[in-house]
């Protein structure tokens, strides 16, 4: 079953503008991780926040992460049509060994 | 340094062959080996994990089965292919970490036809 859920499902912005996705869970969780596909590849991992952790940055991306609210957003500022790809949110759930369940996935499409 | 490799990259196999799908870890000992399987335009659904040589956890009743013949090995399987075994098939080692994210092979697309 699905833990976490992703707003929206596609996104098309234009290049340099900022691109915000959500991501919605239902139990409590150790970590939460975004994840980065482009079209037919494998998953590149690109931030992991923790439980006690509200906010993180790696270079353009910023996420944040909300545990009263079971939420999580991630930033990609000034985007790039290489920033084009399908991001997932993924949890590690308490009492639940190192298992990631991932969420349905939001398809940004960055335009030139 | 770590890496993963899964192979093959796409596969076409008819209804009722077999399937036999490999991934490997190199660079490590004793990973946490994942696999996760992706219906098109979808999220990710974990199928088994493994913790170590013979030691297998089945998360969802289906027509596949895995094993870990070898530390660094994991094999995904099938006697017998269905329509719904479609999909891509992914590998992944989660770095033996609580706090370190998964790494990920590149994939096999498999269609049953």
């Known amino acids: 079953s699905q833990q976490g859920e992703e707003d929206p499902q596609a996104l098309s912005i234009q290049e340099g503008e900022n691109a915000t996705m959500n991501c919605s869970y239902k139990t409590s969780i150790n970590n939460l991780q975004w994840y980065r596909q482009n079209s037919g590849r494998g998953l590149v991992h690109l931030i992991l926040?923790?439980?006690?952790?509200r906010e993180k940055h790696s270079g353009r991306l910023r996420v944040t992460l909300d545990t009263s609210k079971k939420s999580s957003s991630l930033l990609i500022t000034a985007s790039r049509a290489a920033d084009t790809a399908s991001y997932f949110c993924?949890?590690?759930?308490?009492?639940?060994?190192?298992?990631?369940?991932f969420g349905g996935g939001t398809r940004l499409m960055v335009k030139p | 340094s770590q890496t993963i490799h899964q192979w093959p990259a796409t596969l076409v196999q008819p209804v009722g062959s077999p399937l036999s799908l490999e991934c490997t870890v190199e660079?490590?000992?004793?990973?946490?080996l994942y696999w996760y399987r992706q219906a098109a335009g979808r999220g990710l659904q974990l199928l088994f994990y493994?913790?170590?040589?013979?030691?297998i956890s089945s998360e969802v009743p289906q027509n596949l089965s895995a094993s870990r013949p070898q530390d660094r090995q994991f094999i995904l399987s099938s006697k017998k292919l269905l329509l719904s075994d479609s999909g891509f098939y992914l590998c992944?080692?989660?770095?033996?970490?609580?706090?370190?994210?998964?790494?990920f092979g590149s994939g096999t697309r498999l269609t049953v036809v």
């Open positions: 660079g490590t000992s004793n990973p946490n």
């Open positions: 992944a080692w989660d770095g033996q970490a609580w706090d370190y994210g998964y790494t």
């Open positions: 493994s913790v170590g040589i013979g030691q």
């Open positions: 993924a949890t590690v759930v308490n009492n639940a060994g190192n298992m990631l369940t």
């Open positions: 926040i923790r439980s006690n952790e």
